[in-house]
Each structure stands twice: as structure tokens, then as C-alpha cells.
């Protein structure tokens, strides 16, 4: 499980395995800043959103795109990054590491006091045994959103409280998803210095977008 913090709010993505029947879908969406199409779950409750994006030819590549954007209550010009396994839905999930990594895509990446949007490659992250198969038409994933402070916001390893603020799966439609634009996005995150863990943003505006989902 790969999960995120920044400022009072903490949210997760767990690609879960290949499935069909779920009552959410992803719905196409562009992002102004890159032209990168994602397809993308978003819930009108919470105004959490989660875009993923692959390579047209998924032999080609291991990795994908993804974007999430969720509101703040106490932003603070920070992002930590990290890779989260989790066991159990009541107990801080473990840091991971292995043979994938993180890279900010800042031109599609903002942050102000209230909201965040955060956009990465993740590279070497679709394989059978993280359990999202690029090959796969669609994919059962799950999010969750807290608004309870990270303990310890500074380490990727922070404490990750309780999803108080919601949680839930959804089907994203890989298919959909692959584009030609995801080497524009590739090619941006390398070519960028905040390809460490820890990245600063100045920017100040948000970015959040809505679509037609109207519930979590």
C-alpha cells in the first residue's frame, strides 16, 4: 500500500487484485497542467480524488502514473511519501521498500493550507506481486482518508491514525487508462531535481477538479 501525508491529513491507494463488480467506476479526466488523461475515481463526499494513467503498451513499462487530490485542514508546504503494507484496516501499516520508487511530478503538483494535489510516477510499481497487473483490464482498488494529525510528519515511517474521514473501493478501468501522453509525464519526473523522497512545493494554488461521481 503506497500512502501519502502532508500537513493534518493522511490518505492511502491499495491496489487490491484484478475484479468487475463494484458500484463505483473511474470516469475520464484530463489534467490542465500536463494534458496527461487519467482515469480517475473521485468522491463528492470527501473530495478525495485518485487518477491513474499507463503506458499504451503495458510490456513496455512496469510503472504508471497516479494523481490524488484531497482537501487539508492544517497544509503546510510539506509532502512525505511512502510505500505502506497493510495487514489489518486497525493498525499502523508498516513501511516497505523493494525494486520501486517515487517520483513527484511537480508541474501537475500543488498545495496551499487547504488542498493538495500531488502528482508521481511510480515506477516499477505494476507487477503481479504488488497486486496490480498492468495487463488486466480492470482492477478492484481501495482508498481511505484521515484528518486525524500524522505522528510524526517529518519521516516517511510516520504513525498513520484511523480513516475517520472515509473509506472504500472502487474499479479502475485500465484499459481506459493507457495513453500516449504517459511519456510526457515520464519524462517530466526525471528531468526534475525533486526526485527525492521529500519534495517542497511553492506553489500555492489547488487544483482539485470534479466529475460526475456523487458518493464515497
Do not use: H
Not at 30 to 40: L, N, P, S
Not at 44 to 62: E, H, M, Y
Not at 134 to 141: D, L, N
Not at 176 to 194: C, K
Amino acid at each position: 500500500m503506497a500512502s501519502l501525508t502532508s500537513g493534518r491529513r493522511k490518505k492511502a491507494i491499495n491496489p487490491l487484485s484484478p475484479t468487475g463488480n463494484l458500484a463505483q467506476t473511474t470516469t475520464p479526466f484530463t489534467d490542465q497542467e500536463t494534458g496527461i488523461q487519467f482515469q480517475r475515481f473521485f468522491g463528492a463526499r470527501t473530495n478525495f480524488s485518485f487518477g491513474i494513467a499507463l503506458p499504451q503498451d503495458s510490456s513496455t513499462s512496469a510503472s504508471f502514473i497516479g494523481q490524488l487530490t484531497f482537501p487539508l485542514s492544517d497544509g503546510n508546504g510539506n509532502v512525505v511519501s511512502s510505500f505502506r503494507q497493510a495487514f489489518d484496516k486497525d493498525n499502523n501499516p508498516p513501511e516497505v521498500t523493494g525494486s520501486f520508487s517515487l517520483r513527484p511530478i511537480t508541474q501537475a503538483t500543488s498545495i496551499n493550507a487547504t488542498f493538495l494535489t500531488y502528482t508521481f510516477l511510480c515506477e516499477g510499481c505494476l507487477s503481479a506481486g504488488l497486486g496490480l497487473n498492468a495487463a488486466a483490464a480492470t482492477a478492484e482498488m481501495g482508498w481511505a482518508l484521515a484528518g486525524r494529525a500524522v505522528r510524526n510528519p517529518g519521516s516517511p515511517a510516520g504513525m498513520l491514525d484511523f480513516y475517520d474521514k472515509g473509506f472504500g473501493d472502487f474499479q479502475a478501468n485500465l484499459e481506459a487508462a493507457r495513453n500516449a501522453r504517459f511519456d510526457d509525464g515520464d519524462e517530466d519526473s526525471r528531468d526534475e531535481a525533486s526526485s527525492s523522497r521529500r519534495s517542497r512545493f511553492d506553489n500555492d494554488s489547488s487544483n482539485g477538479g470534479k466529475d460526475s461521481d456523487n458518493n464515497d
